[in-house]
């Protein structure tokens, strides 16, 4: 299989996904006031950790797939997986954005946060199957997911803390990636 058709699906579908996530940003169309926004913060707040955190997932898969040459059948059904999981960001990020302060849709945006990190290092471990891929980049993941995770125990107590928990998880990502060739 060619990487590179692999590749350029999911970069693809990434980019759908990032176009999805900034339509439900609502400006006033009557008024034109400064104050008018105000509602809109919430909303906006919530679009802004999850463009990060995509730009981070999608970073560390453009990575992954710079160290790959061969791809089997699972890593393409692990990569639609992720896809897939990403895909849901649209949905829980507008929920969590219309009620920022809500428990449950901040645990639904934090499981969707774990569920996209599972499945990058599911997509991870089927490539190093065939691969000779670099391991500091699963403990960076790793360690994304349990800073995402406690993310999400910590949204029993502050629901908006996920979003304390992604802007970490991505600075780490961005901190991480910038001192790479």
């Not at 992954?64 to 960001?89: D, K, P, R």
């Not at 929920?95 to 934090?110: H, R, T």
């Not at 065939?130 to 403990?139: D, P, S």
Request: with cysteine.
């Amino acid at each position: 299989m060619f990487k590179e058709r692999l590749v350029a699906f999911t970069d693809a579908v990434i980019a759908i996904i990032l176009t999805i996530l900034v339509l439900d940003i609502h400006l006033p169309e009557r008024s034109h006031q400064l104050i008018n926004l105000v509602p809109q913060i919430p909303v906006f707040i919530a679009y802004m950790a999850s463009f990060l955190i995509i730009a981070a997932f999608w970073v560390s898969h453009m990575q992954l797939f710079h160290e790959v040459q061969y791809i089997e059948m699972g890593s393409i059904w692990a990569n639609i997986l992720f896809l897939f999981f990403l895909s849901l960001f649209p949905a829980t990020t507008a929920w969590f954005g219309s009620d920022i302060q809500g428990m449950v849709p901040a645990l639904l945006y934090g499981i969707n946060i774990l569920l996209v990190n599972g499945a990058l290092l599911g997509l991870r471990s089927t490539l190093q199957r065939t691969n000779h891929i670099n391991r500091e980049m699963q403990r960076l993941e790793w360690l994304s997911l349990g800073i995402n995770g406690v993310g999400c125990l910590l949204i029993f107590l502050w629901p908006p803390v996920i979003l304390i928990s992604l802007v970490t998880d991505s600075v780490l990502w961005l901190i991480s990636t910038s001192r790479k060739k």
